[in-house]
């Protein structure tokens, strides 16, 4: 399999992505969840201070994204007073991440111009491997909702969390895709967090082998038949460079508690780099995730090797046999 198609997106100077869990709520239970209320806290963030944080985050002298993420962020009334304030006051691209049920009749109440993507997860081509993962009758649901919304006029992309679960799966999604007139498709590789690592991270992880024969495939299958289809990078080749986004990236990862982090690896420590105090961002001292970003190892991302080790192999010498790039680097394949 060739990847002479697949780009490797960098980082981008000059450009910041502000990632923003409203709350931490969701009317699902989904099995490989990686929201962690002991970590990111119950509460919702208010109203007033949706647009405090937006503006605190937004840098008028950058390129400043936002996502807006849960928990299920539509369970939140005043999503789309959000949507509104943040297309107003200059962000350059908004974007929500719903498991697909568009709570407080979410599509009436935001209109296509203010949103410039609503992402829909989904887990399996079918009801009985999507639902095993993301429970009963939710392909049903999030799949009508999909089409509602296309109809309605938004741009849609669809996220598959890749596991050993649906890999095999995987391919089935391409027809769909194309029937149903999905603009982007994200493949995300599960990551050991949250439920994940609770529920035995050996049942969850693919194999490099698995990864690099088949996502790389269903991603130039989707983008040729004009689908943009984004995976992460996951393994470096020997030339290419290592970089951490933590050092060279500008990403927010805020949680309705007021922590901030920059790696969503360390979602589940208290290691946050900053944190929002009356609405205030302040960089936290002691140990912080920003001590891990400095460290030059030759297996790549540090925190990878922390947390997810199994993910390394090594020669006969003991040198890594690749090196795993940032989970933020992202390959693109073009729809066209
Ligand atoms: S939809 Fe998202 S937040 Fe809700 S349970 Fe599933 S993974 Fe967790
Ligand atoms: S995933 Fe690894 S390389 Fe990326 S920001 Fe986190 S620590 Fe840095």
């Given at each position: 399999m060739s990847l002479s198609k697949a780009k490797t997106v960098g980082f981008k100077p000059g450009e910041r992505n502000v990632f923003f869990h409203i709350l931490t709520a969701c009317n699902l239970s989904c099995r490989?969840?990686?929201?962690n209320p002991k970590q990111h806290g119950t509460e919702a963030v208010t109203r007033e201070n949706l647009e405090k944080w937006l503006e605190l985050f937004r840098d008028k002298n950058k390129e400043t994204n936002v996502i807006f993420l849960g928990g299920e962020p539509t369970m939140h009334a005043d999503l789309p007073h959000a949507i509104r304030f943040a297309k107003k006051s200059g962000y350059s691209s908004v974007t929500v991440d719903t498991n697909g049920f568009l709570f407080h009749d979410f599509l009436a109440a935001t209109t296509p111009s203010e949103l410039d993507f609503l992402s829909f997860s989904l887990d399996g081509p079918t009801p009985e491997v999507n639902d095993m993962l993301r429970g009963k009758g939710v392909f049903a649901t999030c799949t009508a909702n999909l089409q509602a919304a296309v109809a309605a006029g938004f741009n849609v992309s669809l996220i598959y969390t890749v596991s050993r679960y649906n890999i095999a799966h995987l391919h089935k999604m391409i027809p769909l895709l194309v029937q149903w007139r999905v603009k982007r498709f994200f493949i995300q590789v599960i990551g050991i967090r949250g439920k994940t690592a609770i529920n035995g991270a050996d049942k969850w992880q693919l194999t490099p082998e698995e990864w690099l024969e088949i996502i790389p495939q269903v991603a130039a299958e989707a983008s040729a038949l004009g689908i943009t289809s984004i995976f992460p990078k996951v393994f470096l080749e020997p030339k290419e460079k290592f970089e951490c986004a933590g050092r060279v990236a500008e990403n927010y990862f805020i949680f309705p508690n007021g922590r901030v982090y920059q790696c969503p690896l360390c979602e589940d420590y208290p290691v946050n780099a900053y944190k929002i105090e009356e609405n205030k961002l302040i960089t936290n001292t002691g140990f912080t995730e920003t001590r891990l970003f400095s460290l030059d190892i030759p297996e790549g991302c540090v925190i990878n090797k922390l947390l997810q080790p199994e993910n390394l192999s090594y020669d006969k010498?003991?040198?890594?046999l690749y090196k795993i790039s940032c989970c933020l680097l992202k390959q693109e394949m073009s729809g066209g």
């Open positions: 490989h969840c990686y929201i010498q003991g040198r890594p």
